[in-house]
Nanobody, 121 residues
């Protein structure tokens, strides 16, 4: 059974930091790209950051570049999102995603249940 469990969300003041974790099971973690998305109230889900394997390829949305850092630990089957200098507009539910794209065109993707991040003074 595939599971992605996010943790580390909470309430933080502007300028503060949080570290999200995404613990996984049930699939070949090292073969998947890991991504973080977020969804604010009334808005569509948007891409935040992604990391391939090996973890030399990372990419970020322009809104978080320079403030957020994505990483992964294959031995722990876990992906992380370090979020620094948080802003009120970062408030959202953050979702972990695992994606495998195969050369024949098939794609496998899994989602976590999300963790709430609230940035407020």
């Amino acid at each position: 059974q595939v599971q992605l469990v996010e943790s580390g969300g909470g309430v933080v003041q502007p300028g503060g930091s949080l570290r999200l974790s995404c613990e996984t099971s049930g699939f070949t973690f090292h073969g998947y790209a890991m991504r973080w998305f977020r969804q604010a109230p009334g808005k569509e889900r948007e891409f935040v950051a992604g990391i391939g394997n090996p973890a030399i390829n990372t990419n970020y949305s322009e809104s978080v570049k320079g403030r957020f850092t994505i990483s992964r630990d294959n031995s722990r089957r876990t992906a992380y999102l370090q979020m620094d200098n948080l802003k009120p507009e970062d408030t959202a539910v953050y979702y972990c995603n695992a994606r495998l794209q195969i050369l024949d065109g098939r794609e496998f993707t899994y989602w976590g249940q999300g963790t709430q991040v609230t940035v407020s003074s």
